[in-house]
């Protein structure tokens, strides 16, 4: 069974920056398109980026230009590179499949973005 163990989260000013990481326990991380979702605080779950086991990327606009989703396949290993925080970022990170091929979900990691 996949599972995924998400971290690099933490407390941030405006304008800072935070890598997270995510890795997946399983066979055939690598031929799965990736993502990174986020839940605010009393909010929904939503997609973040995606990228394709080939690398291509896709964003929501509200981070198009500030956040970067990268992947190594040999380390089963999802990254996001988040820059220029806001504090309406502030939410719990979730790495999993793109939709539709979403599996269990893990802990999340916490970015709270506030001065």
């Known amino acids: 069974q996949v599972q995924f163990v998400e971290s690099g989260g933490g407390l941030v000013q405006p304008g800072g920056s935070l890598r997270l990481s995510c890795t997946a326990s399983g066979s055939f991380f690598s031929i799965y398109t990736m993502a990174w979702y986020r839940q605010p605080p009393g909010k929904q779950r939503d997609l973040v980026a995606t990228i394709a086991k080939g690398g291509g990327t896709n964003y929501a606009d509200s981070v198009k230009g500030r956040f970067t989703i990268s992947r190594d396949n040999a380390k089963n290993t999802v990254y996001l590179q988040m820059n220029s925080l806001k504090p309406e970022d502030t939410a719990v990170y979730f790495c999993?499949?793109?939709?539709?091929?979403?599996?269990?979900w893990g802990q999340g990691t916490q970015v709270t973005v506030s001065s």
């Open positions: 999993n499949r793109d939709l539709g091929f979403q599996v269990s």
